[in-house]
């Protein structure tokens, strides 16, 4: 694997997938989910395919 330095930092080309999976629990709220990942509810409801943000499922599993 190739890496460009940078300073005394290396850049590799790995890249990271800057989502991390969360599943629904029970009295959560997408708004909720939303604040506590730094995230816009329309932003999780595009990701996610979710069409109606009031409507979610306990124990589906979304990308954050």
Known sequence: MSAAKYGNVEKSNVRVPAYKN???QKG???QDIAKRNNRTVKGLSHQ???TDPNKIT???TIKV
């Open 22 to 24: 969360y599943t629904i």
């Open 28 to 30: 959560d709220t997408l």
């Open 48 to 50: 996610n395919k979710i």
């Open 58 to 60: 306990v124990g589906t």
